[in-house]
């Protein structure tokens, strides 16, 4: 007899090509180190009818029901590039590039996952926007956040509005995300903290955005040490997604799932190596070359940052579904940014209300960035073009110092140069 050992086993997943049929061949799935958040929670439904049994005491059988709704919920660090990563070669959506944390993420948030048909095309990113490498592609840089690249190679054409942009020296990093192009001059949403150089190499970038498109429903599988032990969770889709980003750490990505089925198999266990090993993203530090932004202004002070978007979905009943459900339908997306900012005499207070007071009564729009922009294949990037105060800002002590607990929700907008998505998207997470 050989108990399920829980420390010790190995997780991974896979896309499915529809919401019941589980993926069940294991060279499809992307296995990789995770921390799950103790053994998934059974979604085994039942009512207990209180019933005459003829015998005081004595209860009835509750009635049982089907296995939909299981919960569990994953952490891993942001994972980029390989450890293998060659900007001048790799392209993130070839082989396996793209990581266990692009690929996840970029299924919550919609990004491209109408561009992805099989199993393969998910693990490969093709629901991300790429763009390629062109040695010495940069033409020249106007100013901090207008640069101009080669034509015809890679020309403007080749970028598209709301995609992240990068460019080195082979020692310093330039990204942003663009906002407008005009012919072959590219305009970025905000100053970058270094100024592209002529003969700057573009190096290849990756951007998910927050859109409509429905999420990729996935297998997620835990293998036991023997091979009679395999927890298998079908039609798995994410509620919630929090990226931590606290200065002087390793960011973090944490994922909600909730399933239509979960299944105990007595074959198929036994651990699995992982797929590949891949960068962790850079700590967010100075010395990464890490800063956040608010409406384009370097600035210090925010801790306890964290990137939240919540999926809303909407479950269809069915007799014929696997468990009594034949579908989620993500029908919201919420992204909302947190982070705690101290007092200080640069925010005048107005109307008697402090600053944060004044703009939360007068619905104020902040444009909030984040990004560790160190090596390629270990650099990150968000921008939320139009965030809103969600709550009424709160004062604490911190520190021994006042400090304001900030919420900012992601408002409308559609300042970018462009029609085609990512262009005007409430949300865009992208690296290089």
Known sequence: MATFNWLQLSAGYCGQQDFVTPSTTTSDFRI??????????????????????????????????????????????FLLGLLTYDETTATWNTGDQASPAMNLIASALGSKNGSVSSTSDFLQ?????????????????????????????????????????????????????????????????EDAARRAVTDDDIIPTWTIALTSAEQIAMTWRFWGIDAAQLIQLVGCMATAIRIMGAPGKT???????????YQWL????????????????????????????????????????????ECVLAERMCASGLQGVSQRETVNRIATITFMIPEDTDRAPANGDSYWEDQFTGAANFQLGFEVLTTPGKC????????????PPAPQERNNAIYWQLTMRAGAYNGDGGSTLPADTVLRIGGA
Not at 270 to 295: H, K, M
């Open 32 to 77: 990789f180190p995770v921390s799950v958040d103790g053994v998934p929670a059974s979604g085994r439904q039942s009512e207990d009818m209180v019933r005459k049994t003829g015998q005081f005491g004595a209860m009835a059988a509750p009635l049982p029901g089907g296995r939909d709704g299981a919960t569990f919920t994953v952490r891993l660090p």
């Open 125 to 189: 990113g093709l629901n991300m926007w790429i763009e390629a490498y062109a040695a010495a592609g940069v033409a020249s840089a106007a100013a901090d956040n207008v640069v101009t690249v080669k034509s015809p190679t890679p020309g403007g054409g080749a970028f598209s509005p709301g995609q992240f942009f990068a460019c080195t020296d082979g020692t310093e990093i330039t990204g942003g995300f663009i906002k407008s192009i005009s012919s072959n001059t590219l305009t970025l949403a």
């Open 251 to 261: 960011p973090e990505v944490e994922i909600d799932y909730i399933a239509t089925d």
């Open 266 to 309: 007595d074959s198929g266990g036994g651990l699995q190596f992982p797929s590949d090993l891949w960068e962790y993203c850079a700590p967010v530090t100075g010395y990464s070359g890490a800063r956040t932004t608010i409406n384009g202004t370097q600035t210090c002070g925010l801790e306890e940052w964290m990137l939240t978007i």
């Open 380 to 391: 990150l990037a968000f921008l939320m073009p139009a965030g809103r105060l969600a709550v």
